[in-house]
């Protein structure tokens, strides 16, 4: 171990020259001398894997406190969860920190990761076989295999990035249950970044922005389906966002009155999209485009293809709204 303050390197994520933790596991599960077994409290070797009695458990940020007894249990669930283990020292405040910090950031992924902590002066064979230069030291096991994590200490930022690493690799090698045996919840797939901005513009009631967002994603790739429909989406939602109630009824009566009205026939389509009626939207533009002609026709058919990108092109209403629309143009 180096002395404790001095520099360590920066944390990273290495899955190059993963150490044999067979031997060591063999120790560990190892039936204990009868002195030893029958101490009060003592984890039952093995037990992890069944979830039988005496298992050692962590529920999301708890900590498992490593030992010649219970590392074995822990190995066998890196199979299904995969563990982050911190080494640390009571010599080194340092390290004793790191561990709470750790249990805080573990605990934020609600399960998904297990946690486990060991003492390298009561447990001197774990941090030998993890060639462990200094406390703190983070390591994962996944599979029964080691992956280093980082040594030192580590801002939260950087454990971070380093533990979604962990379950994207877990994730890729099928190790995705929770600390209780359930199935992960499926992670949310990233958004190319200009859907992403596009959506944090939304968020923040921006319309404008995402609309560019959007546009400029479709200039990069003109096929972008998610992009048009996007696109589409975010315009609906500028033209109704500041539309009230008596806005809208005083709009569908100058509809009602007003069959030729270009104008209110959108905006009430738009209204009726908006507030889910989408065959009333979709046959109120189909009629007018059969009733009329000219560039009023034409802005009326792009509307109506606008509102399919809306409700999507699989939707049995837009079908169904593709055929009236051809009756109507021939």
Do not use: C
């Amino acid at each position: 171990m180096s002395v404790p303050g001095s520099r360590q390197p920066e944390p990273q994520l290495n899955f190059r020259g993963a150490i044999d933790l067979s031997a060591l596991k063999a120790r560990a599960t190892a039936t204990p001398p009868a002195s030893s077994a029958s101490a009060p409290g003592a984890p039952r070797v093995g037990a992890a894997a069944e979830g039988g009695p005496g298992a050692p458990r962590a529920e999301y940020g708890d900590r498992i406190d490593l030992d010649e007894r219970s590392f074995g249990d822990v190995v066998q669930r890196s199979a299904t969860v995969p563990v982050v283990v911190l080494l640390w020292a009571s010599y080194s405040p340092e390290s004793q920190r790191i561990r709470d910090d750790v249990a805080s950031w573990v605990s934020s992924y609600g399960g998904r990761l297990l946690y486990a902590a060991a003492d390298v002066e009561a447990f001197p064979q774990l941090a030998q076989a993890f060639q462990a230069q200094a406390v703190p030291t983070a390591v994962a096991i996944l599979k029964g295999q080691p992956i280093p994590l980082f040594q030192g200490a580590a801002s939260e930022q950087q454990a971070r990035q380093l533990l979604d690493e962990l379950l994207k690799v877990a994730a890729a090698n099928g190790v995705t249950s929770t600390v209780d045996g359930a199935p992960a919840p499926a992670a949310e797939p990233e958004l190319p970044p200009l859907h992403q901005e596009a959506f944090d513009a939304i968020d923040r009631g921006d319309f404008a922005a995402a609309e560019a967002a959007y546009r400029k994603a479709l200039a990069e790739q003109p096929a972008d389906r998610e992009a048009k429909a996007g696109l589409a989406q975010v315009q609906l939602m500028a033209r109704v966002s500041d539309v009230d109630q008596t806005a809208a009824e005083r709009t569908r009566a100058v509809a009602a009155s007003a069959l030729d009205d270009l104008e209110a026939q959108l905006a009430v389509a738009d209204l009726d999209v908006a507030g889910g009626h989408v065959e009333d939207a979709f046959s109120r533009l189909v009629g007018y485009i059969a009733r009329s002609t000219g560039d009023e026709r034409e802005a009326a058919r792009v509307r109506l293809l606008e509102l399919f990108e809306v409700i999507g092109a699989t939707d049995p209403r837009v079908a169904a709204a593709r055929q009236q629309l051809a009756r109507a143009l021939f």
